[in-house]
């Protein structure tokens, strides 16, 4: 899964499912086929970038809890 800098040229937004919990904050970005993703409290840090069916199986498997 290849990562990339995070850049103010792409447009982050704040997950919907963040809420008000400051201490678990996700950020994304479309990246036209891909999507990344970073920590809100580490904007300056690396992203996980995911292609469309990886990013299906991500959201998939920590909706099922096989990821914590």
């Known amino acids: 899964m ?23 904050c996700v950020e994304a970005a479309h990246l ?9 409290k580490a904007t300056e840090g690396s ?6 069916n990886a990013w299906t199986s991500f959201v998939s498997a920590l909706q099922d809890g096989r990821l914590r």
């Open 47 to 52: 992203s996980l970038v995911f292609r469309p």
């Open 32 to 40: 036209g086929e891909a999507t990344a993703i970073r920590d809100s």
């Open 2 to 24: 290849p990562s990339t800098p995070s850049s103010e040229a792409q447009t982050w937004f704040k997950s919907s499912h963040s809420g008000g919990n400051t201490t678990e």
